[in-house]
């Protein structure tokens, strides 16, 4: 396990400088959301997605890490801001407008559990979106057909677009919230922690419950002077902020 973890850094550190040189080719935005979640992509496909797995990106404005690493493994695939459908490079639902991803999945979740298909629908969210009416709508849904074949993934890197949000709407104890709508809730404390991580998703399933696994995140994180800031949201980067990035992700 100590050499795959390793190895997983080490894969981590590469995605980073890449879609880091992407967002300065392609004049694009969105790091802090981009950067806070590559562990968490990165444990999913790499130890976990099987062949009747989904994976479901709700958080779309962060879309270059997934599809740089989809790239990377022979799909045919543009590099966009936000995602849309195409099933045969792995993309497994439009997604962009905030709170969607998780409504489709569990519809996805609940479609395999009627035809009784193998597999599971795995989906990454941010927090922001838990403020949405059609989460809540989504997790009473989910828990009501019994979907333990539905995990739910929260990058909790507590900054949405403008601001923190404890300042716009906060969410308080989100794991009490989401017991409360009677799913299994695990809380993983250093998302960065590929060993926590792993752990995290190795649980095994509570019988006829959803899982929601909340992973506490820094956005931006890679590049220290970046990180734990509301402005790095949906901010370009101008020619002082590509030396420091550069420096920090020891990119030449």
């Given at each position: 396990?100590?050499?795959?973890?390793?190895?997983?850094?080490?894969?981590?550190?590469?995605?980073?400088?890449?879609?880091?040189?992407?967002?300065?080719?392609?004049?694009?935005?969105?790091?802090?959301?981009?950067?806070?979640?590559?562990?968490?992509?990165?444990?999913?496909?790499?130890?976990?997605?099987?062949?009747?797995?989904?994976?479901?990106?709700?958080?779309?404005?962060?879309?270059?890490?997934?599809?740089?690493?989809?790239?990377?493994?022979?799909?045919?695939?543009?590099?966009?801001?936000?995602?849309?459908?195409?099933?045969?490079?792995?993309?497994?639902?439009?997604?962009?407008?905030?709170?969607?991803?998780?409504?489709i999945s569990t519809g996805m979740a609940f479609a395999k559990k009627i035809k009784k298909e193998k597999g599971k629908?795995?989906?990454?969210?941010?927090?922001?979106?838990?403020?949405?009416?059609?989460?809540?709508?989504?997790?009473?849904?989910?828990?009501?057909?019994?979907?333990?074949?539905?995990?739910?993934?929260?990058?909790?890197?507590?900054?949405?677009?403008?601001?923190?949000?404890?300042?716009?709407?906060?969410?308080?104890?989100?794991?009490k919230k989401f017991k409360s709508f009677n799913w299994n809730s695990i809380r993983v404390r250093n998302g960065h922690?590929?060993?926590?991580?792993?752990?995290?998703?190795?649980?095994k399933p509570i019988k006829n419950k959803p899982t929601v696994i909340i992973v506490d995140t820094i956005k931006g994180?890679?590049?220290?002077?970046?990180?734990?800031?509301?402005?790095?949201?949906?901010?370009?980067?101008?020619?002082?902020?590509?030396?420091?990035?550069?420096?920090?992700?020891?990119?030449?």
């Amino acid at each position: 396990m100590k050499h795959k973890i390793l190895n997983l850094e080490k894969k981590a550190l590469k995605l980073r400088q890449d879609t880091f040189r992407a967002f300065v080719e392609k004049n694009e935005a969105h790091l802090g959301g981009s950067f806070s979640m590559i562990e968490i992509l990165l444990s999913v496909y790499e130890i976990f997605l099987k062949k009747n797995d989904k994976f479901i990106l709700s958080k779309a404005h962060a879309s270059f890490p997934l599809l740089l690493y989809l790239k990377k493994r022979g799909k045919k695939l543009k590099l966009k801001t936000h995602l849309e459908l195409d099933k045969k490079n792995g993309i497994n639902c439009t997604a962009g407008s905030l709170g969607h991803g998780l409504p489709i999945s569990t519809g996805m979740a609940f479609a395999k559990k009627i035809k009784k298909e193998k597999g599971k629908i795995y989906v990454l969210m941010s927090d922001g979106e838990c403020q949405e009416g059609t989460t809540w709508e989504s997790l009473m849904i989910a828990a009501k057909h019994k979907l333990d074949n539905l995990v739910v993934i929260i990058d909790y890197n507590k900054i949405q677009a403008l601001t923190r949000l404890d300042e716009a709407l906060p969410l308080n104890d989100l794991s009490k919230k989401f017991k409360s709508f009677n799913w299994n809730s695990i809380r993983v404390r250093n998302g960065h922690s590929f060993n926590s991580i792993i752990k995290a998703l190795q649980k095994k399933p509570i019988k006829n419950k959803p899982t929601v696994i909340i992973v506490d995140t820094i956005k931006g994180k890679g590049i220290k002077e970046f990180e734990n800031n509301p402005i790095w949201h949906a901010r370009k980067l101008n020619k002082n902020e590509i030396l420091i990035g550069k420096k920090r992700l020891k990119i030449k």
